[in-house]
T-cell receptor
């Protein structure tokens, strides 16, 4: 069964450093998302992306965050200058269609630890 | 803003049906009910969704009350691998995001 792949599974970085989290969505999917989950808290929406544009973003997704689809297969989340509070599990998701019958497929996540 | 209310936890015996309730009394006409689950901090997994009719797939059944103010997810024969946090989510068809609540932690016991 096709799956969303995320790398790395764990990322440790120093506060103030830039990180790039990588995702390979399912190949025929057109809609891409990032969510995050701080330890012990709810899964939170960050951003949705379609046709090389951000469709919607949450208040969390401030100027420190950016997303890119640099080629036909990868989808990345960049955090420009990490903060301690950015420590979380970051999930990439993709879907084939939008609307009523949309089913999001999530990756296994990247655990980001900011020291 | 919580649009759904779920019990924080429930236990279920292996092999028995698990019935997970969800209250969504403020649901709007254009909003659907989606269920996802998250197994031990993995990425959430889609289970099923519906508008007003009962739905069934290979994973589960979804029963939505006639007034649409509540629903029940049914796992017909729970296994140990069904132990997870189950999220009931209300979402409009044109909404880009899923708003996860705290969900119900379901523990299936042998």
């Amino acid at each position: 069964e096709p799956e969303v792949t995320q790398t790395p599974s764990h990322q440790v970085t120093q506060m103030g450093q830039e990180v790039i989290l990588r995702c390979v969505p399912i190949s025929n999917h057109l809609y891409f998302y990032w969510y995050r989950q701080i330890l012990g808290q709810k899964v939170e929406f960050l951003v949705s992306f379609y046709n090389n544009e951000i469709s919607e973003k949450s208040e969390i997704f401030d100027d420190q965050f950016s997303v890119e689809r640099p080629d036909g297969s990868n989808f990345t989340l960049k955090i420009r200058s990490t903060k301690l509070e950015d420590s979380a599990m970051y999930f990439c998701a993709s879907s084939e269609i939008r609307g009523v019958n949309e089913k999001l497929f999530f990756g296994s996540g990247t655990q980001l630890s900011v020291l | 803003d919580a649009k759904t209310t779920q019990p924080p936890s429930m236990d279920c015996a292996e092999g028995r049906a698990a019935n997970l309730p969800c209250n969504h009394s403020t649901i709007s006409g254009n909003e659907y009910v989606y269920w996802y689950r998250q197994i031990h901090s993995q990425g959430p997994q889609y289970i099923i969704h519906g508008l007003k009719n009962n739905e069934t797939n290979e994973m589960a059944s979804l029963i939505i009350t006639e007034d649409r103010k509540s629903s029940t997810l049914i796992l017909p024969h729970a296994t140990l691998r069904d132990t997870a946090v189950y999220y009931c989510i209300v979402r409009a068809y044109n909404d880009y995001k899923l708003s996860f609540g705290a969900g119900t932690t379901v523990t299936v016991r042998a």
